[in-house]
């Protein structure tokens, strides 16, 4: 059984596409400008007439860079024209060496704070002081648990629903 590994251009929501299409590129060889016709939302053989494994290998190194692959068994009925069409410019696609350099870290420049006014405590020392705080004032009236089954707050009545269910029968009138 032959698969396809196809590409519609979704990605993974924690990633940009621009780190989606900067990793593809740098995982195909190809430049950003051709990975960004991938997305034109339109299903796109990335691999075509592969073995399950390597289907796996490639859509699991897509995902990994952000991008949603879908694994797909190969019609083997499909004629020349559409196979054309569906292979168009995806064929020459192959994965990058083993061990390559796929997505590189931003260097972000150290943030300018200054911090010349600060000073550094000893260890175990205080840092701040603790504040007085006012003791509470609690009404010492006695507390006390009622008898098991005692009535706590007596219910007040409530008037009686004037519903009228004179209209509602239980016998089956459906003859």
């Known amino acids: ?71 797909v068994e190969v019609d083997n009925n499909v004629d020349a024209n559409e196979k054309q069409h569906q292979s168009d410019n995806t064929d020459n696609l192959s994965m990058a060496e083993t061990g390559a350099t796929i997505t590189e870290s931003e260097h972000v420049s150290e943030p300018d704070i200054d911090i010349s006014t600060l000073s550094m405590s000893d260890a175990g020392s205080i840092i701040v002081e603790a504040a007085e705080v006012e003791e509470a004032q609690i009404n010492d009236v006695d507390f006390g648990l009622a008898p098991t089954g005692s009535t706590i707050v007596t219910a007040e009545p409530v008037a009686e629903p004037d519903i009228d269910t004179s209209h509602i029968s239980l016998d089956d009138e459906r003859h």
């Open 1 to 71: 059984m032959n698969y396809s590994v196809v590409f519609k251009g979704e990605i993974n929501s924690v990633y940009s596409k621009a780190q989606v299409i900067q990793g593809l590129a740098k995982l195909f060889n190809k430049p950003a400008t051709f990975i960004e016709k991938l997305f034109s939302g339109k299903q796109v053989v990335i691999k075509n007439n592969i073995d399950l494994d390597k289907a796996k290998k490639f859509q699991h190194a897509m995902e990994k860079l952000g991008a949603i692959a879908e694994i």
